[in-house]
């Protein structure tokens, strides 16, 4: 195809707190370079972050009036002269952090949405070295949660190494829980999922029967509700959604030895009213505390790898799709709460 002169995109705007998003015309250059690929983008998933950068409580520094969101679904257009890996037409997605290939490089983060522009656009180019090809078998809706969402909860699982993982409990009903959900019930790990909502944990329970949850409002003892739903044992691995505070009840949920705390989030804001030494308690239960940053390249491929081999559905995933022009309410209704799962923004008709 030819490259279009011009595409629609948003962008989020400067001034006072809450921002908001806004449409913008942006240009495309007239000739890719070698290893240039242009995405014409058919999805994108928000994420927590996205909505976070617009109301003051995302806790790192952002490019102004950037182009927000990491998640997207798109479809090769063109590629450069030296482009080997990928054809036009492959269904293909673009990694979370441009410097994260192998999860060893050495250099900043440079994420999607936030320190270089996202992919809320109609189309986006990118080297070819930052795509990775989607499973043939997803929806461009389910193939949108898997960048940001998706790989966060196949790292925080540990990429399931843990010795004999059994059980995974799961803060909250937002996207990476309820991805790290279908992960454990494609690899037989059962899991536990938590939140305020009676409604929303019955919604959960229609999933799958081995899908065990806890409303933390009326439970008062979560160790103890943990132990009894583990015949005791407690889980393998804490997907933390919520942020530190939470932390040493976190480890109290782990079984006796070896199992992974993993804060991924901040719903609840980034302090705890603990003391340094209730952090003592990974020893006595030889754990760890696992910070994740979304994943690398190479996680996402594994991820890939595992949804396409188990022939996994993310539909479940999937709460409302908006389409493009109604982007600003998308993020609204995100923010709200009121979601299970997934937000999706539909940028191609």
Known sequence: MSIPETYKAFRRTTG???????????????????HDVLLKIHTVSLNFRDVAMLHGRYPVDVIARGIPCSDAAAEVAAIGSA?????????VSVIFDLNNITGCDDEPSRALGGDVDGVLREYAIFEDKYIV??????????????????VTAWTALDSLKAAKPRSAL????????????????????RPIITSSSDKKLEDIRKLDLDVCTIN?????????EVKRLTDGKGVDFVVNNTGPASIPEDISF???RGGIVSLVGFLAGTNGDWQPSAIMALMGKFSKLKGIGVGSKEDYID?????????VS???????????????????????????GKVIIKVQD
């Open 216 to 224: 933390y409002r009326t439970v008062s003892d979560q160790a103890s």
């Open 314 to 340: 993310l539909a479940p995933l999937i709460d409302r799709v908006f389409i493009f022009d109604e982007s600003p309410a998308a993020f609204d209704y995100l923010y709200s709460g009121s979601h299970v």
């Open 83 to 91: 482009v080997k890996d990928f054809a036009i037409g492959d269904h």
């Open 170 to 189: 799961l803060q909250g009903t937002g996207g990476v829980s309820l991805f790290a959900l279908l992960i454990c019930l494609a690899a037989g790990i």
């Open 303 to 311: 991820l890939n790898r595992f949804l396409a081999e188990k022939k």
């Open 254 to 256: 782990l079984r006796q």
């Open 16 to 34: 006072d707190l809450p921002r908001t998003i806004g449409p913008s015309t942006e240009h495309l250059p007239r000739e890719l370079r070698p």
């Open 133 to 150: 090809q989607l499973p043939k078998h997803l929806s461009w809706e389910e193939a949108a949660t898997i960048t940001c969402a998706g």
